[in-house]
């Protein structure tokens, strides 16, 4: 059953189809659920084998429309396999990390039902011990030892927990201890985004701070996704966020994914900040905490402009590999070698922090940036303020070329060995290093003034290519190179939406 099991598979995290839709069978039904569970309970005895208390699991679901079912079927699983299982009900990613954390519940490992930002008739489970989430190597280790078995419905050792309310008293207390104040936001108007996630309860921190959240969208919990996807990176939702914060002269927007491990601020004005923008202003949170110079460890897709804004505000800029889980190890061994790197943050919005447990929160960066905004309400700026000398670019596209090959990673190297050969050759272009991803090129101003990094996907048959110019018209410029140098591969082309 493992090897079958494996296609469930999404780099640490386990995905699949859980409602059957269109051209879609269901991949994670109830019962591969159970059984991934019972592997995951067994392999995390193995990690502690001399434990002789009773071993403790929290399971939490966003709000999907299939998370009651899968839930009960892991919580089913854990029970079988001889633990304590509590019942975190409607939760979020982090606070399922935090419950190993919590020293009234101090959970052994947690499982989070959830599939991030993809459709709704998709879930999936993420997987915690109290070392961190588990990376690609566990998780293929956990699907392998999978056995298929009939349900045991297993419920006396089941229990009810109200984990998303002691995270939130969590995170509120941190906002008070660090902010002085028991209502820091009194009289300020800011709205919120939960897209029909689980990060409704955001709301009421900032309604005990003092704020006041009237307007703010989609926060109560929809499994059908109806406002819009529950993606704090995508354009069109950002944009239209915007406009909400905009049009109910908002001083503060703040906008989550469906599991709350990612996130994104607008500030008033309707100023989003996002992407590029949002690492900019995470480095400039660590910095004003830090003692020393810091080293800020993001993904490869990010600007040029951004590592020349890191650098001259006074940090290291460490531009890594694509995945949340790569920067966020990456950033842990740097620490491990004597350098001193506090941020893994990437592109989509995961950012995760040193003094909380290199944790992907999406929650807990709004709080920084909630402690950050109150000092300057204080001056009368804002955060906009802070950033008026980052500069956005002025366009940006990806492409996706699809990869015909059975052997699509052999095929996808020869074509960046040959794109690398390319780039070498052509004028006004520079092979940028170090690069730990792909092909990564910088463009000269005549040459389209901008930067574009062509990549193998993580999981996919697929070959990404990023492009963004500071002028008119450069994505055009290098982009008509780019399609150049893979026209000789016929098995490679691009992806019609």
């Known amino acids: 059953m493992g090897q079958e099991l494996l296609r469930l598979q999404n780099g640490s995290d386990v995905r699949g189809v859980a409602i059957a839709a269109e051209q879609e069978d269901i991949t994670l039904s109830k019962e591969n659920a159970y059984a991934i569970a019972r592997s995951f309970g067994r392999w995390v005895k193995k990690q502690s084998p001399n434990k002789k208390e009773k071993y403790v699991a929290t399971v939490g679901m966003d ?34 990390f935090m419950s190993t954390v919590f020293e009234e519940i101090q959970a052994d490992c947690g499982v989070m039902i959830t599939a991030s930002h993809l459709p709704a008739n998709r879930n999936g489970m993420k997987f915690f011990t109290r070392a961190g989430g588990t990376n690609k190597q566990d998780i293929r280790e956990i699907l392998l030892d999978a056995e298929q078995t009939s349900i045991e419905r297993e419920t006396c050792n089941i229990f009810p927990l109200n984990l998303t309310k002691r995270y939130a008293d969590h995170l509120t207390s941190i906002i008070r201890e660090q902010t002085g104040k028991k209502y820091p936001f009194t009289g300020c108007k800011m709205i919120m985004d939960a897209g029909g996630g689980a990060g409704g309860f955001f709301a009421e921190i900032l309604n005990e701070l003092g704020a006041d959240t009237s307007g703010s969208l989609f926060l109560e919990p929809d499994g059908t996704f109806s406002g819009h996807i529950p993606n704090p990176e995508n354009a069109a939702v950002l944009a239209d966020f915007s406009r ?115 944790l992907d929160d999406g929650a807990y960066m709004a709080v920084k940036i909630l402690i950050l905004y109150a000092s300057l309400m ?40 040959a794109f690398a050969d390319y780039a070498q050759k052509q004028s006004g272009w520079k092979i940028e290093t170090p690069n730990y991803e792909g092909v990564r090129i910088q463009a000269d101003e005549q040459s389209g003034e ?48």
């Open 244 to 358: 909400q914060v905009k049009e109910q002269q908002a001083e503060l927007g703040i906008i989550f994914d469906t599991d709350v491990d990612r996130a994104a601020v607008v500030d008033k004005g309707g100023h989003i900040i996002a992407r590029n923008a949002l690492i900019a202003l995470m480095t400039l949170i660590v910095l004003k905490d830090s003692k020393q110079k810091p080293t800020i460890v993001t993904d490869s897709v990010t600007s040029s402009s951004l590592k020349e804004f890191i650098e001259k505000k006074g940090a290291v800029h460490h531009r890594f590999k694509r995945g949340y889980k790569n920067v966020i190890d990456e950033a842990i061994r740097l620490n491990a070698t004597g350098v001193y790197a506090p941020l893994a943050i990437e592109t989509s919005g995961h950012g995760a922090l040193m003094e909380n447990y290199f």
């Open 63 to 96: 709000s999907r429309l299939s998370g009651p079912m899968l839930k009960g079927a892991v919580m089913y699983g854990l029970a079988a396999e001889g633990f304590h299982v509590y019942d975190a009900a409607l939760s979020s990613t982090p606070a399922i």
């Open 378 to 417: 204080e001056e009368g700026k804002s955060l906009s303020d802070l950033l008026k000398d980052f500069e956005e670019a002025k366009e940006a596209e990806e492409l996706r070329m699809y990869i015909d090959c059975e052997d699509f990673q052999t095929c996808g190297n020869r074509a960046l060995e």
């Open 450 to 497: 901008g930067w574009a990094l062509m990549r193998l996907s993580l999981h996919d048959p697929e070959m990404v290519i990023n492009i963004e110019s500071r002028q008119n018209g450069g994505v055009a410029k290098i982009k008509e190179h780019i399609l150049e140098a893979l026209e000789p591969f016929e098995d490679i082309r691009q992806k019609t939406k």
